[in-house]
């Protein structure tokens, strides 16, 4: 586990004092007239490694360009202090040679201080002003792919980045954890200055490893993604309506399971080869949402003390008050009497509120992703919400790297080695039924829905049909047409789901965010049973899609089912998720039963011919002939579209429709016995880690 980050807030700020008739070196930006009547504006720049000061120096240039006249404050240089340990005392980084031409004195003849000067020269009593700016230093990690034409890359980080204090923190066989020091400058930018258009053109600067965000108090760029419903399949409403006793809740518990489609097979599976782990550690789900409340439903996942069942109960679902309560009792609801089990209850739930106009957080909502990736035996964190980029408003952003300016993208990219951060995102739905339902990929400017493709963002869609022969996607939930799948997984949420929304009010929504819910809690159950194999966030990726049954491939009707290329496979299932992923499995008219798979056997061949047997996952008979009366899921690990930055498909699921198998399809198992598909296996699963035979 890496060190607890301690953040140093400095009340110093960068070296210069904006002056505008000394910048008209390039077009200026127009102030506003009402400047008084608008809120201050804070840009915030991250210098994730790299060459902090010389991006600092350009940052700054770039704003003195343009006109912009920040705020500054004095600050003296003590006896035997250089220009450049000021600069350090104040928390610069180094070195400090790039700065040097920014700093203005009361001196004229030190208004421009050549770069050897800088660190030698001795300036007590030298008054310099500085922007009145903050600058956070903390300790950061990144992962550093291992290269084999490149075997010292991680050791060039570490020298190149020898200012940022860089250390090697971490080696695996495939990357190595590289530990740092990243600056975040936070510059208040004057009411009456565009922001917004300064933003948009910092952005576009060609620096490498900065990052772009804005914070203006008391507005927050998270969207709400709730639909309340005023009823409800399950009658909760009309028991809450009648609701007299605490004990009427004493005699029923509703499952959320129940809303999946499970495979009973798998459930017993699970009892008999694995067993129950009660006694495992608890892994962390965090609520990236609403505020959320301690419930009667929810000790000891959340609350330090029990909370007591209600005298009376209300019907109520505001979002902005109740939408983390109702996906924390998704997943966490303990049942005992208080009327629902959640998905996982033996979990332990944290709330970070990112619609906090206060942000009372104290921290942006990356920073604190970052703090918690290394939370044991695991963590998920649950984002139900979308936000556009700081620095583009437009629905499209320009190129798809673009969205790496964004700090929430470049965390979820590189922090954390190899475990990195896993998060279960809602694919979201239009705010009016008359908005447009959109494609996610990319370049769609909306965060972190368009993150879908990095092996640790498993991004899920709402289904209204969830059982296994008739599913059907909720058809206002965003989707993901193109090969490459941003949206993953579909789960049950397009329905209402109803659940404690308060400490003594029940209420009703559904939507994307039911969904995501789900499957966060299906995620923690499986680190919770399995955290060795999961602590990969690849593997965990995968399994969650290749453990969903696949949509079919016509409707009732017998026409081509459309959602079936909205999605990367189906329909989640708990129960199969559930088995252990360190065996392979394969189904048949006696249930599921472990195997020591040790190769395909010969002659196995797939039709049509593009799915090598080495990267098949998952093969079900799905017998919806004549064109899938098998599904495969493959591997995308490798394919020649695959984005290098996206470390080339890991995590990206394909799905196979297949007419037929060959008669001599099967695997060869370690004891030397052959499986033959064609004698009545229905499924065959195969195990996450690949060993060999034991």
Known sequence: MLPSFKATCLAGGLLFILQSHAWAQSQTLTPAANASQLPPQIINVELDGGLAAENMAEILKFLRKKGVALAT????????????????????PTPCGPLGDLILTEQANLRRINQPLIESR??????????????????????????????????????????????LYDRRLTEVTVQYVLYRLNIPIPAEFPADAVLKELAALPLNNVSYDMTVPGQTRFKQNAIPADFDESSVRELCKNYKDPADLLSLTRPYSAFSDMDTDAIEATRIYTGIVDAAPKPFVHLLDTKLSPLPSLYPAYGEQPVPLPSKCDWAFTPGAHHANLLAGIIASQGKGTGFEGIAPNVNLRSFDIFDPDNTNAKPIHEYIEENTYDQPGAVFLIANDRPSAYDKAPTLPVRNTRFREPLATTLLLKGGIQRPFVVVAAGQPDKPADPVINIDARTNMFPQNLGDLPNVVVVTACTDCSKATAEVYPKANYSADSWKFVHVAAPGGQPISGWTGPDTFGAAFGTSQSAAFVAGVAANMIRRHPDVYGHNGALKYRLQTCAWPLPHYNASGVANGDVAKIATGVIDPAVCNLNPRKSWVKDGNGWRPVDFKRWAPNTMFSPGQSPPGRVLRIMRTAQAPAAEWTLYVDRDGDDDADSQIELGLGQV????????STAAGIELCDGTTVRFADGVRDFYRASMRQGCP
């Open 122 to 167: 001795e300036a007590a009593n030298t008054v310099f002003y500085l922007p009145d700016i903050d600058i956070v230093q903390r300790q950061t990690s990144r992962a550093i792919p291992n290269r084999s034409n490149d075997p010292f890359r991680a050791e060039n980080f570490v020298k190149n980045w020898k200012d940022h204090k860089a250390i």
């Open 73 to 92: 404050r004095p600050a003296k240089a003590e006896p035997g202090e250089t220009i450049c340990s000021v600069l350090l005392r104040f928390n610069y």
């Open 654 to 661: 394909r799905k196979v429709p297949v007419t037929k198998l």
